[in-house]
Every structure is written in structure tokens, then in C-alpha cells.
Nanobody, 119 residues
Framework: QVQLVESGGGLVQAGGSLRLSCAASGRTISRYVMGWFRQAPGKEREFVAA???????TYADSVKGRFTISRDNVKGTVYLQMNSLKPEDTAVYYCSADLTSVTMGAAYWGQGTQVTVSS
């Protein structure tokens, strides 16, 4: 079992930055694909970014060039640096982990952290 706990959410003005963290426990995450998803009110959960065990990164088109995903396997933590935030980035952000792919249904999820971007 892998337990995931997100932190770092909050209220920020448009154009601002936030860094989300996802702390994993239970197992080492070094062999896991780690990802971030988000869900806005009234919308389905959507993919934001993922990072493989070898460091390969994938981003949704809507966040490319603004968000950066990274991982520290020693600390068991995954980060999402969010710059140039827009009101449409407002959502609950979830961390996920899977041994193969987070976009095909991740095995583990955190409880989420709220990000609100004011205009």
C-alpha cells in the first residue's frame, strides 16, 4: 500500500505561483509512475502531469510551459510547480501513483488539496 498526502494548496491571484507537494509513505516510490490530476466544480477529474520512474514527464496541453512536475525519490515526495496561474486552474488537485500508468486508472490517490486562483 502507498499512502499519499498532498499539501501546498491555497488562494493565489492570477499570474501567481504555487508549489504542491505529495508525500508518499508505505512503500518507496522510486519504481512508481507519479501523477497529478485536478477536478474543478461540476467537471470531471482531468489529467495534469505525470513523471515516470526514469524521470520522463508528460503534461496536459493546458498546463504546458506553466507547470513543472518533479520527484525526489529519497524524500518520497512529488512536486508540482505551478506558475502563471489562471482562474481556470482553480480545482482540487490530487496526487496519484501506479506501477505502470496513472492515466489508465491509478492504483493510489491522495485526498486532494484545493487551489483557488482569483482574477
Amino acid at each position: 500500500q502507498v499512502q499519499l498526502v498532498e499539501s501546498g494548496g491555497g488562494l493565489v491571484q492570477a499570474g501567481g505561483s504555487l508549489r504542491l507537494s505529495c508525500a508518499a509513505s508505505g512503500r518507496t516510490i522510486s519504481r512508481y509512475v507519479m501523477g497529478w490530476f485536478r477536478q474543478a466544480p461540476g467537471k470531471e477529474r482531468e489529467f495534469v502531469a505525470a513523471i515516470g520512474w526514469n524521470g520522463g514527464r508528460t503534461y496536459a496541453d493546458s498546463v504546458k510551459g506553466r507547470f513543472t512536475i518533479s520527484r525526489d525519490n529519497v524524500k518520497g515526495t512529488v512536486y508540482l510547480q505551478m506558475n502563471s496561474l489562471k482562474p481556470e486552474d482553480t480545482a482540487v488537485y490530487y496526487c496519484s501513483a501506479d506501477l505502470t500508468s496513472v492515466t489508465m486508472g491509478a492504483a493510489y490517490w491522495g485526498q486532494g488539496t484545493q487551489v483557488t486562483v482569483s482574477s
